[in-house]
């Protein structure tokens, strides 16, 4: 896969093929630790350990566009441990754990216009951090609920989304 660490300034990661990183936990398609004003576009991850994308202490991160296919023991994106201010939009991710799992987030959060289908947990999980804006985005094919908050801080907005078939929330 794609490892990026500790850099300011903008960096693209785009138009990128990654097929397959190995089943073991922790094994991510493309992951940006500490970095600030990264952009993730239009990159096609598939077949991961762990998550297609991964996020971990960036600030200003746009994730767009990107085709996300099984994950093996997570999620299509995951944002951790002091993230801030992320944008994610028009991805399309199928057939993980998670969607999108987002945890210990600051800041602003758009989530728009995505779609998210075959996940066996939630579509999209938030918890502990601020919570964010949540539309425009398509489920379908969800084991649990389509967007989960635990411990988020109030003013989250979710408005104009798809539920469809076993995408109860």
Same mark, same amino acid.
């Given at each position: 896969?794609?490892?990026?660490?500790?850099?300011?300034?903008?960096?693209?990661?785009?138009?990128?093929?990654?097929?397959?990183?190995?089943?073991?936990?922790?094994?991510?398609?493309?992951?940006?630790?500490?970095?600030?004003?990264?952009?993730?576009?239009?990159?096609?991850?598939?077949?991961?350990?762990?998550?297609?994308?991964?996020?971990?202490?960036?600030?200003?991160?746009?994730?767009?566009?990107?085709?996300?296919?099984?994950?093996?023991?997570?999620? $299509? *994106? @995951?944002?951790?441990?002091? +993230?801030?201010?992320?944008?994610?939009? #028009?991805?399309? =991710?199928?057939?993980?754990? &998670? %969607?999108?799992?987002?945890?210990?987030?600051?800041?602003?959060?758009?989530?728009?216009?995505?779609?998210?289908?075959?996940?066996?947990?939630?579509?999209?999980?938030?918890?502990?951090?601020?919570?964010?804006?949540?539309?425009?985005?398509?489920?379908? $094919? *969800? @084991?649990?609920?389509?967007? +989960?908050?635990?411990?988020?801080?109030? #003013?989250?907005? =979710?408005?104009?989304?798809? &539920? %469809?078939?076993?995408?109860?929330?």
């Amino acid at each position: 896969g794609i490892d990026i660490d500790n850099v300011n300034g903008t960096v693209k990661i785009a138009g990128n093929s990654i097929d397959g990183t190995g089943a073991a936990s922790e094994n991510n398609g493309i992951e940006l630790l500490n970095a600030t004003g990264a952009v993730i576009d239009h990159n096609k991850v598939k077949n991961t350990g762990w998550n297609n994308i991964n996020v971990v202490g960036s600030n200003g991160t746009q994730i767009t566009g990107n085709t996300l296919d099984h994950s093996v023991s997570a999620s $299509g *994106i @995951g944002i951790w441990q002091g +993230s801030s201010n992320s944008t994610i939009t #028009g991805n399309t =991710i199928t057939n993980s754990q &998670f %969607g999108m799992w987002i945890g210990g987030h600051s800041g602003s959060l758009d989530i728009s216009a995505n779609t998210v289908r075959g996940m066996a947990q939630d579509g999209i999980y938030l918890n502990n951090g601020t919570g964010g804006t949540l539309s425009g985005n398509s489920f379908d $094919g *969800i @084991g649990r609920d389509g967007v +989960s908050l635990e411990n988020i801080a109030a #003013g989250s907005h =979710i408005g104009g989304n798809f &539920f %469809g078939y076993g995408a109860d929330k």
